[in-house]
């Protein structure tokens, strides 16, 4: 008995630990007013959407035009793939429930955009990075996925300077985003095989 209280103990120590760091990093990077900068955040986080469209349509239709079923089919599959993410990321938000930055630490963190009502993990962030993966897995060239996954932490990077999440929201979504397209991808090579 004693173990497992010790074993709680730590745990707990350990999660006021990571909150306090989570708090102090977020802090950091969303402090001070820098217009033309946050300007730019915004308008990095927004483009988001396009890119979820834009980014299975090029690869649809450079297969399309290139008569490389292949390619259609990776766009296809990017498409599914950005699809699972966005419905793993809205469940997770309201399963999770978590405050937004700003709306727990009101004389901290300053809002820069407007936000939904729950925190983890970051949509936008998961967003990104499952385009980013799909588009890398999709070409195989270090050209496509250097700038895709600096686009990615872009996005992540802007939704914390925006104050509408924490850093651990931006891990949480990475980890979701990449998880849902090597999945999709995966899936596919299995059905591929049978």
């Known amino acids: 008995m004693k173990k497992l209280i010790l074993i709680f103990l730590i745990a707990q120590q350990s ?7 989570d708090f102090s990093m977020l802090r ?15 308008i990095t986080s927004e483009s988001i959407y396009p890119a979820m469209v834009i980014a299975p349509g090029s ?22 793939a950005i ?6 990321t ?10 937004r930055p700003f709306e727990q630490y009101p004389n901290d963190i300053v809002k820069r955009t407007h936000a939904g009502k729950y925190s983890f993990p970051s949509g936008h962030t998961s967003t990104a990075f499952a385009t980013a993966t799909a588009l890398t897995l999709s070409t195989k060239k270090w050209y496509v996925a250097l700038p895709s996954y600096a686009y ?3 996005v992540g990077y802007s939704r914390m300077r925006l104050g509408v999440h924490f850093p651990s ?3 949480g979504g990475m980890v979701i985003g990449i ?16």
């Open 83 to 88: 699809g699972l993410n966005v419905l793993l």
């Open 179 to 194: 998880g849902s397209s090597l999945l999709v991808f995966q899936i596919d090579k299995w059905i591929q095989k049978n």
């Open 28 to 42: 950091s990077i969303n402090k001070n007013e820098h217009p033309n900068w946050d300007k730019t955040m915004k």
């Open 169 to 171: 929201d931006v891990l």
């Open 152 to 154: 990615a932490c872009a």
């Open 90 to 99: 809205s469940g997770l938000k309201y399963a999770i429930n978590r405050p």
């Open 59 to 80: 690869l649809i239709l450079s297969g399309y035009v290139n008569n490389d079923k292949i390619m259609m089919r990776n766009g296809v599959k990017t498409g599914v």
């Open 15 to 21: 999660l006021v630990h990571s909150q306090n760091l």
